[in-house]
């Protein structure tokens, strides 16, 4: 008799089989997927959705001695300084950095001009003073003072005008055994940096989370510095990273990362993978941790789902060949990273961290190589879309969404200028976030 049907004949032409009776059973089975949905569209309303806003291509760690024994909180321009001279030194002109990223030379040239001006005016996009793992464990009181002191630089890099637009501090973590330090850490640090004003790009990474009550934790901490430090209520926002396998996947099967961007009353705004924790944790041997191993690619697919439509950056890891020692070692490692930071922008992943100077040719040269290639057949997809005319490729609103969001990455890192565009900025703005 099927669900609530009457067993009679088949309906004449114009009338249905399906009555009162049968919509009544149907409903009742998918009754839970109903509320469910609904759950997810009252919080997908709740939260900041698809953002438009920029997200620096790289995260930059130093440790806070370093940072703090940098003259006038310099540190940025010291960095570029130093690529630059790498450059110059082992790769001075595009050719050359074609033939030692493995690059063509015309994908090079186009971009040289760019990549030079961005070393030398923004060389770092996000910079994290590190007091965990680039830091190690020292006395309380060196921690202290490199606590305050890095802070007072980033104060003096700000004076200045030669600070990055992101910036903040990796503390300790969650963890038990260094809870408190790492807490303290961030304690001294704000003390300075609240009296000249929290700068606008200012975040907190916090390291190896294995459970979603230290997200929660965190927020409890952050909303008390908040109110000890006259900061607006929300002010204190931070990043999770993503290092250890519980982050991924809990004891019950469960995945945390999903309940992660959910929890910390809204302050977590990014996910941040830890290549070597992450692949050492999983047993993978040293020769062969890198981000590009499946189980990185598993950890990271599954935080870019977690992390989808909630305005949450995601970014992939670092690569710990370094481009030192002779040119062929500098060479080789350059080839490597070029070659690594395209893959992660193919695959969704528009920031990565940078651990030494010598990186950022490559991590400029690779980005604004990628961006360049996509904004011209972007455009012309987008032009289509606005104006409603047939062409090679039928896209949905969210291939719109998609393809504005990937113009204005572009324009924010530098790789594309307003005057190529063709197209409003604010119209981007709006197509990137523009529901179905």
Same mark, same amino acid.
């Given at each position: 008799m099927g669900l609530g049907g009457s067993g009679d004949a088949a309906p004449d032409s114009g009338d249905t089989a399906l009555g009162p009776e049968d919509f009544a059973a149907i409903d009742a089975v998918a009754a839970p997927a109903d509320a469910m949905l609904a759950a997810a569209a009252a919080s997908a309303t709740a939260a900041p959705g698809q953002s438009v806003g920029r997200q620096p291509v790289h995260t930059v760690y130093?440790?806070?001695d370093r940072v703090a024994a940098e003259p006038d909180g310099?540190?940025?321009?010291?960095?570029?300084?130093?690529?630059?001279?790498?450059?110059?030194?082992?790769?001075?002109?595009?050719?050359?950095?074609?033939?030692?990223?493995?690059?063509?030379?015309?994908?090079?040239?186009?971009?040289?001009?760019?990549?030079?001006?961005?070393?030398?005016?923004?060389p770092i996009e996000d910079l994290r003073v590190d007091l965990e793992d680039g830091y190690g464990t020292r006395p309380d009181d060196i921690e202290d003072q490199d606590a305050i002191a890095s802070a007072q630089a980033l104060v003096a890099s700000a004076a200045a005008g030669v600070a990055?637009?992101?910036?903040?501090?990796?503390?300790?973590?969650?963890?038990?055994?260094?809870?408190?330090?790492?807490?303290?850490?961030l304690d001294l640090a704000l003390g300075v940096l609240a009296r000249s004003g929290l700068p606008p790009g200012f975040v907190v990474t916090l390291p190896k989370v294995s459970a979603v009550a230290q997200v929660d934790a965190m927020a409890v901490a952050c909303g008390r510095l908040e109110e000890r430090y006259g900061l607006d209520a929300g002010r204190l926002r931070f990043e999770v990273q993503v290092e250890v396998p519980a982050a991924v996947m809990g004891p019950d099967g469960t995945a945390t990362v999903a309940r992660i961007v959910h929890a910390g009353e809204g302050r977590v705004c990014g996910l941040h993978f830890g290549t070597y924790d992450y692949s050492a944790a @999983? !047993?993978? $041997?040293?020769?062969?941790? =890198?981000?590009?191993?499946?189980?990185?690619?598993?950890?990271?697919?599954?935080?870019?789902?977690?992390?989808?439509? @909630? !305005?949450? $950056?995601?970014?992939?890891? =670092?690569?710990?060949?370094?481009?030192v020692g002779d040119r062929p070692s500098i060479h080789a490692a350059w080839r490597l990273h070029a070659r690594l930071v395209r893959r992660s922008l193919e695959r969704g992943f528009y920031q990565g961290w940078d651990l030494h100077p010598a990186q950022l040719p490559t991590r400029f040269l690779a980005t604004y190589a990628f961006f360049r290639a996509g904004l011209e057949p972007a455009l012309q997809r987008l032009q289509a879309y606005v104006e409603g005319v047939g062409g090679g490729t039928l896209d949905e609103p969210a291939t719109a969404r998609a393809l504005a969001g990937f113009v204005l990455r572009g324009l924010h890192c530098g790789a594309v200028a307003e005057t190529e565009l063709g197209i409003d900025p604010a119209r981007l703005r709006a197509l990137a976030v523009a529901k179905s």
């Open positions: 130093v440790p806070a310099r540190l940025a321009m010291s960095w570029g300084a130093a690529a630059r001279s790498a450059i110059d030194a082992h790769a001075p002109n595009a050719l050359a950095l074609a033939g030692a990223t493995g690059l063509t030379p015309d994908v090079v040239e186009a971009v040289w001009p760019r990549l030079l001006d961005k070393l030398a005016t923004e990055p637009p992101y910036l903040g501090f990796r503390i300790k973590s969650m963890e038990p055994a260094t809870r408190r330090r790492g807490l303290r850490s @999983l !047993g993978v $041997a040293g020769p062969y941790q =890198s981000l590009e191993h499946p189980a990185a690619d598993h950890a990271k697919a599954v935080m870019q789902v977690a992390a989808a439509g @909630l !305005g949450i $950056a995601t970014s992939d890891g =670092s690569t710990n060949v370094l481009p």
